[in-house]
């Protein structure tokens, strides 16, 4: 993704409430966002996911590569998708993404043929919650929660500043 050029649509779509704008953010355990990029309101999330994954680089203290590989991904069952877990399985990445419920009736209708179930960390998945409670964090900032920017790079710059101050707050927190 082109993240210094304003896309066709300025990240606008039509959604249930109307024209709005999706976040798809990337957090670590503690909250603090690694990655925010923008989609049109009616957009997906599994679609997104790839693009989410690509852009995380977590630069080292000291000298080294950015870390782009996380040790697990959290996600919720929109993202549960064959091409999703393969591109997690590629990468190294411990999937924590429960199965839906239509997927998991499919798998059973076809038997045999169905395959296994899903299988991940039910106590890691107890953590996902730390991206709802990010995600609200953002949202109480007015600027972001009412989208009134005409383009999608000045609401991008709205939410990379929110993104910054709460790291800062993270940093002055910690002893």
């Known amino acids: 993704m082109k993240l210094r050029e304003e896309p066709p649509d300025h990240a606008i779509g039509r959604s249930r409430g109307g024209l709005s704008t999706k976040i798809h953010h990337l957090c670590d355990g503690n909250m603090r966002p690694l990655v925010m990029l923008l989609g049109p309101g009616q957009g997906g999330d599994s679609p997104m996911f790839e693009h989410v994954i690509d852009s995380l680089s977590v630069p080292r203290v000291g000298s080294g590569r950015p870390r782009t590989t996380p040790v697990r991904a959290l996600a919720d069952k929109a993202y549960s998708s064959r091409a ?37 960390d039910s106590e890691a998945y107890k953590r996902r919650n730390v991206v709802e409670r990010s995600f609200n964090v953002f949202k109480q900032w007015r600027a972001l929660a009412t989208r009134y920017d005409k383009l999608a790079l000045t609401y991008r710059g709205g939410v990379v500043l929110r993104a910054i101050t709460i790291w800062l707050k993270a940093l002055r927190d910690t002893p």
């Not at 999703?84 to 499919?106: H, K, M, S």
């Open 84 to 120: 999703n877990r393969a591109l997690l399985r590629r990468r190294g990445i411990q999937a924590v993404i429960p199965e839906r419920a239509d997927q998991i009736a499919n798998r059973k209708r076809r038997g045999s043929r169905g395959g296994r179930p899903v299988s991940y």
